[in-house]
Structures are given as structure tokens and as C-alpha cells.
């Protein structure tokens, strides 16, 4: 079941988010899963003041929902850094508690190990981002709704909306570790952020199209409880906008 919150802009979605974050972040021992991407960035700004004033993310187990293949933790475009970056090295999470999968090395053993580490900590709350082709995490068009941590192609139009964060097209991975879609299903709760015109056709086929592997975000149609924070522009082709 959706509840769809539309936002004046992209500052207006950041700070709605936070709220549905921190509600969750002050019941205490829980279990986050968390996004990169553009549209969770000012989620996280507002994450970082607020330890600033005082809230814990002492009892946070958390876990990255992907990353890409083939880039060392330290490259500036790997997941690992942004999560850092934005995120962790601001705040008092312990680092035994951040998971992120490793895109490097024996991809199938830290695919299974991931994914055992998954279903033993469900998560209380899954971030989510969008990809303008409706994907989610890296679940690209196509991936099955019963997939669980695996490797992935990225299509080349996922390659080209990320081609912006690298020096150019060339650079951009072409593979990546992904939760499965059984595995973001899981959380108890899910919280989704969206904004800008790129994002409106994904978010209109998420709300009102037929769910279809085609459009893997369609399959939240099914989840009991997600949170759509978006902007106006993400809305611009919703019916009742
Ligand atoms: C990447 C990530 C997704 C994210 C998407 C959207 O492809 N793997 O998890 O949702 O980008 O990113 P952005 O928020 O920058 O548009």
C-alpha cells in the first residue's frame, strides 16, 4: 500500500523523508537499508544535522542495497565512499555495523554471504531511490521478483543517467551487485525518493501501471507499507495531479 507525499521541491522531499527516517531511527535497535543516488543526498544532510542536535545512530545495523562491479572501495564513485562521505563518517554508527556488498573478488561468496546476512536482519526500513527505467536498487528491467543478491548487467541507459558522477560514459561500470527484489520486499516498511521530470513516467508506471518484471518498481504494489516521497515534477504525469 502506497502512501504518495508530493513535495514543492527538492529540499521540501529531503526534509518529508527525514521525518519518515527518523521515526523509525528513534525506535532504537534497527535495521536500515540504504540508497545512494542524487535523491537520497539531502535525506542524509538532514541525517548528519540532526545527530548534530542529538539523535543515535548508535543501535543502526545497516545495510547498503548494492554496488558497483569492478571498483575498489576507495574510488571516489564506489558506493562505499558515497555512504561514508555522506553519511557515516559524520555520524556515531559503528562500523561493524555498516554492510555494504563488495564489488570486488569472489562476486558469488559475497553475493551468498550478503544474502544470509540479509535474512537474518530484516530490515525495519529500506531506502529506495528510482531509476528513470523503473529499476530499483540496481534491479534492472527483466530482473525476477523472486531474485535475491545477485550480480547484474546495467543497461546502457542506467549507464548514461549515472555517466554524469564518472569522466565519462567509458568509465561507468557495466556490472553490479544488487539486493534482489525478494530482498527489498522483505523490509517492513519502505521509503521511496524521487524527483525531477526524469523520474515521472518511472513513477507513474510504479503507482498506477500493471505489475510487471518489466518495471521492477511496480512490484511495491504489493508491499503493505511504502512511502512515496516525491516532488512535484516526479508527480507531474499522476492522474490526480
Ligand atoms: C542508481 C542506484 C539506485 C538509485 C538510482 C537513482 O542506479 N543503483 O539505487 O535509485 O541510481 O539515482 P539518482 O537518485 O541519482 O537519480
Given at each position: 500500500m502506497f502512501k504518495v507525499i508530493v513535495c514543492e521541491d527538492y529540499e521540501a522531499m529531503s526534509q518529508k523523508a527525514f521525518e519518515v527516517m527518523e521515526s523509525v531511527v528513534k525506535q532504537g535497535q534497527v535495521t536500515l537499508g540504504l540508497a545512494t543516488g542524487s535523491s537520497p543526498e539531502g535525506l542524509y544532510r538532514y541525517m548528519v544535522e540532526a545527530h548534530k542536535n542529538g539523535l543515535s545512530y548508535k543501535d543502526v545495523q545497516s545495510f547498503n542495497l548494492d554496488e558497483y562491479v569492478g571498483?575498489?572501495?576507495?574510488?571516489?564513485?564506489s558506493y562505499y565512499t558515497f555512504m561514508f562521505e555522506h553519511f557515516f563518517k559524520h555520524v556515531d554508527i559503528e562500523l561493524k555495523n555498516i554492510h555494504l556488498p563488495k564489488g570486488e573478488g569472489s562476486l558469488e561468496e559475497v553475493a551468498d554471504e550478503y544474502e544470509a546476512l540479509l535474512t537474518k536482519h530484516p530490515q525495519d526500513l529500506q531506502l529506495l531511490g528510482i531509476g528513470s527505467?523503473?529499476?530499483?536498487?540496481?534491479?534492472?528491467?527483466?530482473?525476477?521478483?523472486?531474485?535475491?543478491?545477485h550480480v547484474i548487467r546495467l543497461k546502457e541507459t542506467t549507464r548514461k543517467d549515472n555517466?554524469?558522477?564518472?569522466?565519462?560514459?567509458?568509465?561507468?561500470?557495466h556490472f553490479a551487485i544488487t539486493m534482489g527484489i525478494k530482498d527489498i520486499m522483505r523490509a517492513k516498511k519502505i521509503l521511496l525518493v524521487a524527483y525531477g521530470k526524469n523520474k515521472a513516467q518511472a513513477i507513474k508506471e510504479m503507482l498506477?501501471?500493471?505489475?510487471?518484471e518489466d518495471v521492477p518498481?511496480?512490484?511495491?504494489?504489493?508491499?503493505p507499507d511504502v512511502v512515496v516521497v516525491i516532488d512535484k515534477e516526479a508527480a507531474s504525469l499522476l492522474k490526480n495531479d
Open positions: 571498483l575498489p572501495r576507495d574510488h571516489a564513485q527505467n523503473g529499476h530499483i536498487g540496481f534491479n534492472e528491467p527483466g530482473t525476477s521478483f523472486d531474485s535475491t543478491v555517466a554524469r558522477f564518472f569522466d565519462s560514459l567509458d568509465e561507468v561500470p498506477e501501471g500493471e505489475v510487471h518498481c511496480t512490484i511495491l504494489q504489493k508491499h
